[in-house]
């Protein structure tokens, strides 16, 4: 399906939209609302300006990423976190899961990856004792 619109500029020039560019537009205004939300609320204004998801992305790196030494303080740290991570005692399985797939997830996010079968090993290893009897049946599965 091929859509005829008149464009917003001066030229009067007729401009031709197809499905798919229709969709790419959607999606891109979709992806960009997602990533200024997802922004706190004093650097809504200043990235507002980005006209395309792919700008304001490459804004928000630009920002928040870091030079070349931050980025690898970050990553060594997350490193550190995944390799000490222990189940707090007051805290549920469902807690101690989702602190470790916010660490896990962090570090994809740089570029690191976790095997999955070490990370059920690193949840099963952080347990605490009252949970030996079935960290052991679960590794043995």
Request: net charge positive.
């Amino acid at each position: 399906m091929t859509t005829s619109t008149t464009s917003g500029d001066k030229s009067g020039r007729t401009v031709t939209l197809t499905t798919e560019d229709m969709h790419n537009k959607k999606n891109d205004v979709k992806a960009r609302t997602t990533l200024l939300l997802s922004l706190p609320d004093e650097h809504q204004l200043r990235f507002s300006k980005h006209k395309t998801a792919k700008e304001l992305w490459a804004a928000i790196l630009k920002t928040f990423g870091g030079n070349e030494a931050t980025r690898k303080t970050k990553k060594n740290l997350l490193k550190q976190q995944y390799g000490n991570f222990r189940a707090e005692r007051a805290e549920t399985l469902e807690q101690t899961i989702t602190r470790l797939q916010v660490i896990v997830g962090q570090l994809q996010f740089m570029g690191v990856e976790v095997e999955q079968d070490d990370l059920n090993q690193k949840f099963l290893t952080s347990l605490a004792p009252e949970w030996l009897m079935h960290t052991i049946v679960w590794r043995n599965k």
